[in-house]
Structure formats: structure tokens, C-alpha cells
């Protein structure tokens, strides 16, 4: 059968639920994420509306960076609660197009409506009747990429954004990838991108046309499926319940800080939140990662496998403490701490590994 996958990407989710729900900031450039003005302006961007966009802020940025390039901006705190719940409401209205839903993230998902689309006008059309229907009990848009894989709907949900709507055809796939560049292509990094312009590949094009055992050699499987996607191939199917595969929390330090008590007192309270939020899902773990992050922005993880899951306090604190003893040696202040837990395990009525 004929497969036709959407991709449904909220537009600027965060801030255009700020702006629906205050009018006053419609029209005006919205910076949702840290407080500028709070100490030094620590932390980063969550995410911007269009009209930010315009003054060349981004997600990620540093907060202090957006501040000096928009000081007129509305800068605002995430709320989360309220995006969580407004993305419960918009998945609730996806299920009733489809079963067959994958959320991504709070804010975009693939939907398989192979067995409602019988054709591409009538895809086209329930695409139109979807985003009308989100825009009318939730005001806010979204934008639809329609395709045969999940790749290619990906790409062209963001053809035309915001509020946008692009078909590729699956006679036109060749001709819709060819021209794109490399860094489109799901697992081509930064990294990845230089080593493949080194070969003298920067669109998809030059990647589809090169020799497949070379890329396999230069980057292993990772080249094979780049090759694939270059060729249009993507089989993977809309996955209806994603495991969850980590779970962690983080923090930015009001100022970059070397003083140990003040790092290891946050990490703990790190890993309580994380341990807590294992113990409610009923899930335990194989790996411990720590993230650092220093003055400078150079972000260093290091991690540690355990033959055993954990998943209590006191055990991922004492683990994570150990990355912490072997890998920093204090001789750079750090910006954000961070520690996660993955190769979860769902382990209710199991008794937990204690490592003292």
C-alpha cells in the first residue's frame, strides 16, 4: 500500500501560545526562555516568535546575546505546564484523523494516514482540514509536510513555514532531495558535514552519486544510511508508543562557578529530580551521563555503565560524582551541570540495586 506520512510541526510553539494567550504581544518579537535581566542573563533560548526571528535570535542562543540584539523584545519565562497541556489538546484532535500517531516532541509528530488518503488530493485535504481545526479551537498554526516516508515529510514541513502546507510526491522525491544541502540529511552533524565537504560533497545530489562502499568505509553505517537517504529510502514506520530511552535534568549556575560544594550540591539535587521521576515511570537505568559546560562553551559528557540498572538517589549521586572526580580537575569554571540516565529498563516490583 501506498504510504502517506504527515509531519505536523507547531510554528514557534512556545511563544505563539504566549502571544495567543496575551494579545498585547502579538506582533512583537517574543524571546521565550531565561530572564535577561537576572544576574548576568544566564541561560539560553528556548524558543522565538517570527518577528523575533527577524533580528537573528534563535533557539539556543544565550540569552545574553539575544538581549543585545533585541533589547525591546518581550522576554518571558517557559511555561511549562501550559505548553504540555496545549500539546495534549492538539495530539487528542491528531488521533482523531489517525491511531497511528508519533510524537516527537512537544511540539511536532508524524502521523501515518496511509489508510485515510486515498489519494493526494484527499491527503492534501485532510492536511487543510487538520491545521483548520488547530487553528480554530486553539488559534494557534502549524505547519504540514506531506510525503511517502517520514524523512521527506520532515524536510517539507519546513518548506514553507510558518503555517504552511508541501506535498512531495513520490515521483518527485529525486528531484525535491538533489538540490538540498548535506547538513538536511537526519545524522549529518556539523562534524559529519565537514568530513563529507572534504570529499567534495555538499548537496544531496553529490552524496546520492557517490560510491556507497566509500562511505561505508569513511563513516561505517552511518554512511550506508546516509546513501539511503540520499536515494529517498526511508522504510521506518510511524512508531504509535516511543519508548522512552532517557531520562535527565540540568541546571545553568547563576554565575560560572569552580567552587566544588556549589557543583556537587547541584548535581545531587540533579539526580534526586532524575531518580524521582525514574521511581514514577517505574524505570531504572544502565548508563549514568554527566554534561559540563564551561565558561568558554565547550560541552564535554562523560558516562559510566553499570551491569546492574539503578535508579536510586543516592546511587546515580554517587556515580555521578565519580565522573565528576575523574573527568574535571577544577581548573575551569563551569556554566551548566547536567546528568541523565539511559538504557532504561521498566523494572516495577524489582528490587533496586544499591551500590554501597
Known amino acids: 500500500m501506498r504510504r ?62 539575544a538581549y543585545r540584539r533585541c533589547p525591546d523584545g518581550v522576554f518571558l519565562r517557559p511555561d511549562m505546564a501550559k505548553y504540555s497541556e496545549a500539546s495534549r489538546r492538539i495530539r487528542e484532535m491528531f488521533r482523531t484523523l489517525t491511531p497511528q500517531v508519533e510524537p516527537m516532541s512537544i511540539d511536532e509528530a508524524f502521523l501515518d494516514v496511509s489508510e485515510k ?13 487538520l491545521k483548520a481545526g488547530i487553528f480554530r479551537r486553539h488559534r494557534l498554526t502549524a505547519s504540514v509536510g506531506i510525503g511517502p516516508s517520514k524523512f521527506i515529510a520532515k524536510i517539507a514541513s519546513d518548506i514553507r513555514k510558518p503555517n504552511g502546507l508541501f506535498l512531495v510526491r513520490e515521483a518527485q522525491v529525486q528531484r525535491f532531495l538533489d538540490p538540498l544541502p548535506i547538513s538536511r540529511l537526519w545524522g549529518v552533524g556539523p562534524r559529519t558535514e565537514e568530513r563529507l565537504r572534504a570529499m567534495g560533497i555538499s548537496r544531496i545530489r ?7 562502499e566509500a562511505l561505508a568505509a569513511r563513516f561505517g553505517k552511518l554512511g550506508a544510511h546516509l ?12 512508531v504509535v508508543q516511543r519508548p522512552v530511552k532517557s531520562m535527565g535534568q540540568e541546571s545553568t549556575f547563576p ?22 521521576r525514574l521511581k514514577k515511570k517505574g524505570l531504572e537505568g544502565g548508563t549514568v551521563t554527566l554534561k559540563l559546560r564551561y565558561a568558554d562553551f565547550t560541552t564535554l559528557t562523560r558516562q559510566e555503565s553499570v551491569r546492574d540498572p539503578v535508579g536510586e538517589a543516592e546511587t546515580l549521586q554517587f556515580l555521578a560524582r565519580r565522573l565528576l572526580h575523574r573527568h574535571v580537575d577544577g581548573s575551569q569554571k563551569i556554566r551548566l551541570i547536567g546528568v541523565a540516565v539511559s538504557r532504561l529498563t521498566d523494572v516495577r516490583g524489582r528490587r533496586q540495586l544499591r551500590l554501597w
Not at 117 to 129: G, P, T, V
Not at 255 to 276: F, H, N
Open 117 to 129: 488518503a486515498s489519494d493526494e488530493r484527499e491527503a492534501i485535504r485532510l492536511a487543510r482540514r
Open 4 to 65: 502517506t506520512i504527515f509531519h505536523v510541526d507547531m510554528d514557534a510553539f512556545y511563544a505563539s501560545v504566549e502571544q495567543r494567550d496575551r494579545p498585547e504581544f502579538c506582533g512583537r518579537p517574543v524571546i521565550v526562555g531565561a530572564d535577561p535581566q537576572d544576574g548576568k542573563g544566564r541561560g539560553v533560548v528556548a524558543a522565538c516568535s517570527y518577528e523575533a526571528r527577524k533580528f537573528g535570535i534563535h533557539s539556543a542562543m544565550p540569552i545574553g546575546q
Open 255 to 276: 554565575e560560572d562557578t569552580d567552587d566544588r560544594r556549589v557543583v556537587e550540591g547541584t548535581l545531587d539535587r540533579l539526580c534526586q529530580r532524575v531518580a524521582d
Open 206 to 212: 553529490e552524496l546520492r552519486e557517490s560510491d556507497p
Open 227 to 238: 546513501w539511503d537517504l540520499a536515494h529517498g529510502i526511508d522504510p521506518r514506520p510511524v
